[in-house]
């Protein structure tokens, strides 16, 4: 066995691969026998086939499958003795590597064609990227501490239905007449009265009581399509071509009276902060609000940061041989043409690929088993076994125990610790960027941010 390799430009090579017989000889002659052993002729004891036979019915395949493993593994076994930074994969040279003659050859020469990741330096104090702290405007802050008090406040079931409440009862779809359709929707349904977007409808509801019943338009009232269909218990696609009037009897209705802004409600909502005021309340209020949008913004810090590394970074490509491998590896699922049309994407994405792979190298950039499963525990097992104020040592430990067990279940499911890791990855990989890279930081409101968004 013998592996060369000619430079044929400053980013690509052919590999030369000699196998001779030497080489396969015994694997082939081992797997001769398997055959012989198992092989059911008639005529022939089992076992007893001649070999001959054997050879004259199996020898040349199973000769072209040894060289081949053979030929692969010394391959990538040369590749990775030598520590070459191969870019994208071999490519077989079929103008160099001879017709084979499997009938009368011993001894094979293969050449395949390889690409080198480029050097490049990584300047992150090179960029000007914003990063946007989306803040909420007032209207939304004092929506969200409504929100709040709804959340902490008093369950009631009033007599008569009022401008916030939540309704139940039982929805009958109406014919053209005004008369109950026969085969039409009847379904135990609820609705919120402050979503109903037609001011003459919901003047309906406001006042009316248990058994009273409504006949309205739900299409008129509710135009969001989700919801419709999810009241009306139907598909998006039926729900999209529900015009009918409906009688909507009223079987209970559901008041939350919203919690005073007190001393109670501070510790309730943000239990051990410092909170000693409606001002401070508004404030831990606020940063909980801007929390919520912060996925929005590292995701577009991220595409901003990418796109200005790929852009800025200069990265020689080997283009011709990436062009020829992304057509042979994508075969069947994208043509030629689409790929030569949009190669400047695939390019940058191969860039970024590479400028995300010195990222990890110099940064240390990885998540470890222990990690995902301190994830589990602090964000998802925790909400579901709770520690009571005043929980024992002993139920303290139980519970622990019980997190511990939950959490190393869940590890043990590759698909959902492959999506956790790709999540804490991502988080990792923007916070660097976010600490290492140039940028100013820039407040926006939700509307603006948008508009950033869709330019």
Known sequence: MNVTKETTG???????????????????????KEYRKKANIPGF????????????????SVIADKVQRVMSDALYQYIDENKLPILGSPMANNEKTASIDWDNQKDFTFYFDIAMQPEFELDLTSHDVTYYDITPTDEMLDKFVEDIQRRFGKFEAPETIGETDLVYGEIEELDEEGNVKEGGVKTPSSLSVDMIAMATIKKKFIGAKKDDVITFNIAKAFKNVTELAAMLRIDKEAAKEFKSDVNFKVSSISRVTKHEINEELFEMAYKGKDI?????????????????????????????????LVEKTAIELPEEFLKRWLIETNQGKIDEKEITDNFAAYRDSIK????????????????????????????????????PADATEEQIKENEEAVEKVATNMLENKEQSRQVYEFLFEQKLTNTLKAEMKHKNKSVTTDEFAKIITK
């Not at 980013?11 to 082939?28: E, R």
């Not at 089992?46 to 020898?59: A, D, L, S, T």
């Open 352 to 387: 970024w690929q590479l400028i995300e792979g010195k990222l990890i190298d110099t940064y240390k950039l990885d998540v470890s088993n222990e990690e995902l499963k301190e994830y589990y525990k602090t964000a998802l097992v925790r909400n579901y076994f709770p520690v």
């Open 276 to 308: 000693k005021n409606e001002e401070d309340f508004r404030a831990a209020a606020k940063e909980d609000l801007c929390g919520t949008y912060v996925n929005q913004s590292d995701r577009h810090f991220m595409n901003e940061a990418s796109k200005s």
């Open 45 to 60: 004891r089992p076992g007893q086939v001649p070999m001959g036979m054997i050879k004259k019915m199996y020898e040349k």
């Open 10 to 32: 400053e980013l690509t090579a052919v590999l030369k691969i000699d196998v001779l017989a030497a080489d396969y000889a015994d694997a082939v002659a081992a797997e001769l």
